[in-house]
């Protein structure tokens, strides 16, 4: 087993042994205490110039199989693990995770002690990191010049439309880096369903004559994406209903006035109680959050906040008073997750039927 | 035999998307009063009162519309007694009021709801939201807030059942004898 | 139509109510109750000490919110009947419906828990709801409605309710005759399973593969049953067997409290299983469908509460049945609470009482609002059984090892790790093999077709048996087809026998001491690899600087900084665990049960833990027995969930520097080594039961105290007994016995000691022996006076007055009415291991009760 090291921006080392691509990498770090799920988690594109340490113990027992790609192209720089389970490959598995990571580019770096990893990340926020060779002068000079981008939505969304037939409602994607979770559980309820680029004005998505339209989650910080985008989804929401997703649900909130923040400590995981305010119930949705809705600086006048997260008190739903348009931070496409937060497409599919009905 | 078509989820759900609806409608709920048409209107206006109240944490007005003796499932029935509304802690007068019942059928005991409201004073408004709408109308009336819409046949009957006198919140369509 | 009288909800309290209303229909509990929690009765096959400590838990939760309870309970060994948190107790057999009725009647109850009495209790509450009884007397059910009590005792309507519900079971049919049993497995086809209608005791499940099995398996059953009916089952043998259990409060919120996996397929009784979580191998989707079904079924059965529903999963066709659903407290709680650290006995007794889970507030030691947090693991643990065939073999008993799935297993061991690796082979340590059992070439010898016969058919030994096969070149792919065990397993064996080589061809180095280490070796193995002796190892390692950090059992996987007081070891980079104070007792408690006394001795153990406690010093405790109560987080202020051998008790004495350590008396290797090291032990005597006990012989004792300590005469008789199996009394009248000659060298410790006088010799042979741990059962429950708690103070020079008083008061006049007696409970060994000799003795005991002609209140002087 080949020795390498994980290299983190405040200067320390650990040393482990590696596994998938034998590239070096770059990225910021953050941990995802997440049970199950590690090959939808790697394969999200919200993962774009992130390492992923894993707090499970084990992944990769279960290898990797067709049904839990959420990209089609990974572009998470790495995995940190305590151990990486090697697998037989059969049907089911057409891959191991230690090959599926080489077939990708990807470094993962196992025998790490991530328990006391995460409890410096937990106080450390934002650190830079690298899996490396050699943790020489060298790779900490490397790491500390690294400039990440600040586009990752240009560089995980797509470049032009595409469509995914079905023979309901019509939905327009705006794809900021869009997950296939979101595709699946639109096709569930068979909506014909168009994905666009980002950068897509209001007037030729209107032009689709769309029932609803989905602002997709994606990387990043959506206060990098420009301003011409808030002004399409203003316009949007006023014509038909509209629901945001992660970095879509930041986009709506920045769209009506709300300011974004960085989270003291981004929260990745899927066990922390929501609450719905409405009905005061509670669910739990995968999470992974770096930026968050500033409670402070939501117009009530303008938005409802819909739901919490009871733990950190973070804003996890907001609608538009006047308009049926919604948000959800959390990801409800359940891919991986909970499944009670897919509700929010039976919501959704609801509000574009009734719309359907009325025009 | 009964068949269920709404569960107790997708009531929920239902009202839940029924209230935001009232707040879009209505720019707000300062002016807002709601009345239940009894016995299951009446829990579903309780509900859908709480939803406000959790979300922007004011209390609404709900009054209780009795329509006892008055059967809009029966066809050629003319009411015996006139229906009433009681419990209302206010006057209807510039009040946006919405009625809220369990099922929209022909679409007379909504006239004379509408008709007891109008002898209370003067609304400034009239909504009505419904949880089911079953169809075959017999009056010009139309919800503003429907919770689903399930078309019957005439035979059939649509049976509302909610936790606070039933045990169980579901949506059941009778045929045949019961 | 009559007028409805309900009010216009105008008010913010009114609102509240009606929100309450919609989400759910069950009730909350009012002020103005009294409450009966039903107790567990005597331990007894799959009945450690789990329940003791959820029902200790409970009545602390009842006693904090106020609420008035009484605890009906006949186990000596309890615990709780001796620390009830302010309710009042009842001494009385609480599997017996006509002593509940008698106590419902003469308490004034108005709610029943039966959530921490097993399956007894939702049997006895079954009776009492049968006739109507709890209608009635508008008596009502925390955590679960009465028709929810009524499925659990009836498999076949549950199966028809969850078909209805629309969650996969098993195709079942009840029988009343041999003859439709046979029409039935003609039918399905077998292999089937076979289980008692309402059985008595815990019901079995037995696999019948022919028409040969099948006629044995239903004569037992036939047997069992109370109501003379059988199921026949479909045979699921060979799927992937999971647990999930969720909590669910009074408003419908309901989250996951986690989830284990059997890395034996169905067809090996749980209970039996090597046990793992968090789930090994699982793909998210078959993890949240399962989720939501264990969601949905709680649901449907209104539970207010916990609830573990077990799972047959079978991957390849992506389907799944519901095999089992337990909506009460039980040995799959006991291990996830102790796996996450989550509380879950705390928060289910807070949610049964009406509180919602956002209200439930936890110790300062958790992050606020850890109740809400679905626990989240960054370590691994894994359960292993215990099988005490060697006791039988030792007395020329012939027993089947074979696995089933009858539950043969009698206790079990729990390893954490941040490896599989790891955590199996700190399990395996825990259960303290003999170091030939453990030995990797223990199985050489072993022929090829046995070794195959064996793989498909397991015994207790499996591990070593996959291992010798790994050892012989089988292929991961062959042995999973093999022994239907995910291949994911085998890859794991594999590494572990790898290392095992690389281990034994690097004797003496460093580098991979510390591999061996981090995988999970001890020094014994170690040793054996290197041939050398554990010592050696341990002086090698401690020079070398490897040595153990301990890392916290918690629920947030590192998210939140929860400072829960309990801990492993590993051999990483940090140590989370800081020494408490000066004034510290260490207590190695009982680990995993045998045969025997094994809850006599977590209840001896929990009341010296509970003493020091009381005693002002900290204490801190080391087990590995996932059902103990000593390990809950409320007695004491440390845990470590660690095995218990000599270099696993030095490190945590490294680190924590006890000024005593408490040890068991029959911990003579421990207590030696410990001793060697010039560590203050301070030893609880103890002893088996004595030989004449295990030939059935009828007896007379005196039991005395020695010490010279606390000024009194020495020894001091306190009491005087009689046996004759299985009855043991406490006796009023001297007995007209010798008096006490006791050896002096027989008594070597302050403590308890008895002195048996066999009939058979008339009454004088004599031998004086410590007293085993059962006897106290006996004599706290009998006298009302808390020895143990005497014994710690003079052990720790604290006598009070009053303890001198009771000490010699002389021999003792029991203080309740009349003789009392504890009576060792038949345990149905000879039938489970299918022994060709009867198990009889002590030895083969596994519980007792106090017998009781009428309930009364029991009081005990602490």
Known sequence: MTERYLILSDGTAYKGQAFGSPATTSGTIVFNTSVTGYQEIITDPIYHNQIIVFTTPTIGAVGVNHESYESILPTAKGVVVREVAEVSTNRQRSLSLDQFLRVHNIPGISGIDTRQLVRKLRTHNGLNASIVDVADEHAFDQLNAIVLTNQQVSQVATPRPYANPGMGHNIVVMDFGLKSGILRELAVRDANVTVVPYTTTADDILNLDPDGIILSSGPGDPRDLGKDILTTIKTLETRVPLLGIGLGHELFALANGATIQRLPVAHQGMNHPIREIITNQIMYAAQAEEYGVDRDSINRDQLLITHIDLIDGSIQGLRHRDYPAFSVQFFPDAAPGPWEATQVFDDFIELTGIRGEQH | MAKEVVDAMAMQRALTRITYEIIERNRGIGNLVLIGVKTRGVYLADRIASRLHQLEDTVVPVGQLDVSGYRDDIANSEPTTKAAISNLSTSVTDKKVVLVDDVLFTGRTIRAAMDAIMDLGRPNSINLAVLVDRGHRELPIRADFVGKNIPTAQNERIQVSVNEVDGKDSVEIITGKD | ?862
């Open chain 3, 1 to 862: 139509m009559a007028e409805e009288t309900s009010q216009g909800a105008q008010t913010t309290a009114q609102l509240a109510a009606f929100n309450q209303a919609e989400h759910s229909a069950e009730k909350t509990a009012s002020v103005h109750q009294r409450l009966l929690v039903i107790g567990d009765g005597p331990n007894d096959f799959g009945h450690e000490t789990e329940l003791d400590a959820a029902t200790y838990q409970t009545l602390s939760v009842l006693h904090k919110h106020n609420y008035d309870t009484v605890y009906l309970n006949n186990n000596p060994f309890s615990f709780s009947m001796e620390n009830a948190c302010g309710a009042t107790v009842i001494m009385g057999d609480p599997s017996d419906a006509a002593t509940v009725r008698q106590v419902i009647e003469s308490e004034h109850i108005t709610s029943i828990v039966p959530t921490v009495g097993g399956l007894t209790a939702m049997r006895t509450v079954e009776e009492l709801i049968a006739h109507d009884y709890l209608d009635d007397k508008h008596i009502n059910v925390l955590g679960m409605p009465l028709t929810t009590v009524r499925l659990i005792n009836n498999p076949a309507l549950m199966n028809q309710t969850l078909r209805d519900l629309g969650e996969p079971v098993i195709t079942s049919q009840v029988a009343s005759t041999t003859s439709d049993a046979f029409d039935i497995a003609r039918q399905v086809g077998f292999p089937v399973i076979v289980k008692s209608v309402a059985p008595r005791g815990e019901g079995d499940r037995v696999l019948a593969e022919n028409a040969d099995q099948l006629d044995v398996a239903l004569s037992a059953a036939f047997e069992r049953s109370r109501t003379r009916q059988v199921i026949v089952d479909q045979s699921i043998v060979g799927l992937k067997e999971v647990s999930f259990e969720v909590l669910r409060d009074a408003r419908g919120t309901e989250l996951l409290l986690g989830a284990m996996e059997d890395m034996d397929p169905v067809g090996i009784h749980a209970a039996d299983s090597i046990e793992v979580t968090p789930i090994q191998t699982l793909t998210d989707r078959e993890y949240q469908k399962l989720r939501q079904a264990a969601f949905r079924v709680a649901r449907r059965l209104h539970i207010v509460g916990v609830m573990h529903v077990q799972f047959a999963l079978d991957p390849v066709l992506d389907n799944y049945f519901i095999m089992k659903v337990n909506p009460y407290y039980d040995r799959v709680s006991a291990m996830l609470s102790r796996a996450s650290g989550y509380p879950i006995a705390l928060v289910a007794a807070n949610v049964m009482t009406g509180i919602s889970l956002p209200e439930v507030r936890l110790s300062s030691r958790f992050a606020k609002r850890t109740a809400l947090i679905e626990p989240v693991l960054d370590h691994v643990v894994v359960r292993f059984p215990i099988f005490a065939f060697d006791e039988a073999e030792r007395r020329g008993v012939k027993v089947d090892r074979q696995l089933t799935t009858v539950q043969k297993s009698v206790g079990a061991t729990l390893g954490i790790g941040r490896s599989l690796e790891e955590a199996m082979l700190k399990a395996m340590r825990a259960a303290h093999y003999h170091n030939r059992d453990f030995a990797f070439d223990a199985l050489s010898k072993l022929s090829d077709n046995d070794l195959i016969q064996q793989l498909i058919h397991p015994h207790d030994n499996r591990m070593m048996l996959l291992l010798e096969a790994i050892r012989r070149g089988y292929q991961s792919d062959e042995l999973a087809e093999l022994t239907q065990i995910d291949e994911f397993y085998f890859h794991k064996l594999r590494n572990i026998y790898n290392l095992e080589v690389d281990i034994a061809a690097h004797a003496g180095s460093e580098e991979w001491l510390q591999r061996a280490k981090y995988y999970g070796f001890s020094d014994g193995l170690i040793a054996q690899l290197w041939q050398t002796n554990a010592d050696a190892v341990m002086n090698q390692a401690h020079t070398a600087g490897i040595i153990p950090t301990y890392k916290t059992v918690e629920p947030t996987a590192g998210e939140f900084s929860e400072v829960v007081p309990t801990f492993y070891s590993t051999y990483e980079l940090e140590n989370e665990s800081r020494p408490l104070a000066d004034n510290t007792a260490l207590v190695v408690t009982t680990g995993a049960f045998r045969l025997g006394d094994g809850a006599a001795g977590e209840y001896v153990m929990s009341t010296v833990i509970s003493e020091l406690h009381q005693q002002g010093i900290k204490t801190v405790v080391v087990n590995n027995n996932p059902n103990a109560i000593s390990l809950i987080p409320q007695l004491t202020d440390k845990q470590y969930l660690e095995p218990q051998e000599i270099s696993d008790i030095l490190s945590i004495i490294d680190l924590e520097h006890p000024r005593w350590v408490f040890v068991p008396g029959n911990r003579l290797k421990l207590i030696g080594a410990l001793r060697l090291r010039h560590i203050n032990v301070v030893v609880i005597n103890k002893d088996k039961a004595s030989k004449a006990a295990q030939d059935g012989d009828q007896f007379l004792t005196r039991v005395v105290y020695h010490t010279n300590k606390i000024g009194v005469a020495d020894p001091v008789e306190i009491a005087q007994t009689a046996y004759h199996a299985p009855t043991h009394r406490l006796v009023v009248d001297n007995q007209g016995v010798p008096g006490i000659d006791a050896e002096p060298g027989s008594m070597r410790q302050s403590g308890f000691y008895n002195t048996l006088f066999s009939a058979f010799s008339g009454h004088s042979r004599m031998v004086t022996t410590a007293l085993p741990f059962p006897e106290f059962g006996l004599l706290n429950k009998g006298t009302g006076i808390n020895w143990i708690r005497m014994l710690v103070r003079a052990l720790l020079d604290k006598t009070t007055a009053a303890d001198r008083r009771d000490f010699s008061q002389g021999p003792f006049i029991t203080a309740t009415r009349g003789d009392v007696e504890m009576v060792d409970i038949p345990v149905d060994l000879d039938t489970r291991w299918r022994a060709n000799l009867p198990l009889a003795g002590a030895q083969f005991k596994l519980g007792a009760k106090i017998n009781v002609k009428f309930p009364y209140e029991f009081k005990i002087i602490n």
